[in-house]
């Protein structure tokens, strides 16, 4: 059975860190591009980030450039979302998703991901 488990959600302070990991379970994460959203109390789910299946691509919304940074390490099956200097306005539930990709240097677009991890929650409050 194919799972995504994120963890390493929590309370912070503005301007503080978080490191969310994605856990891959009954697949290896080799040949999946892997993409990161989040969506927020009342909001639309966001595109956060994806990285490609060779790492080689990756890339940010707008809102997180410079301050969020994706990493994998197919060793451990596992990817990173690194999440630095946190607003207020990053409040919200993170997901990991996964898609089957073919292309070692695509990024997939949102609606391309199968496999969806149940979320892990990030609260920037002072």
């Known amino acids: 059975q194919l799972q995504l488990v994120e963890s390493g959600g929590g309370l912070v302070q503005p301007g503080g860190s978080l490191r969310l990991s994605c856990a891959a379970s009954g697949f290896t994460l080799d040949y999946y591009a892997i993409g990161w959203f989040r969506q927020a109390p009342g909001k639309e789910r966001e595109k956060v980030s994806c990285i490609s299946t060779s790492g080689g691509t990756t890339n940010y919304a707008d809102s997180v450039k410079g301050r969020f940074t994706i990493s994998r390490d197919n060793a451990k099956n596992t990817v990173y979302l690194q999440v630095n200097s946190l607003k207020l306005e990053d409040t919200a539930v993170y997901y990991c998703?996964?898609?089957?990709?073919?292309?070692?240097?695509?990024?997939?677009?949102?609606?391309?991901?199968?496999?969806w991890g149940q979320g892990t929650q990030v609260t920037v409050s002072s």
């Open positions: 998703a996964a898609v089957r990709a073919y292309l070692s240097d695509y990024c997939p677009r949102s609606y391309e991901y199968d496999y």
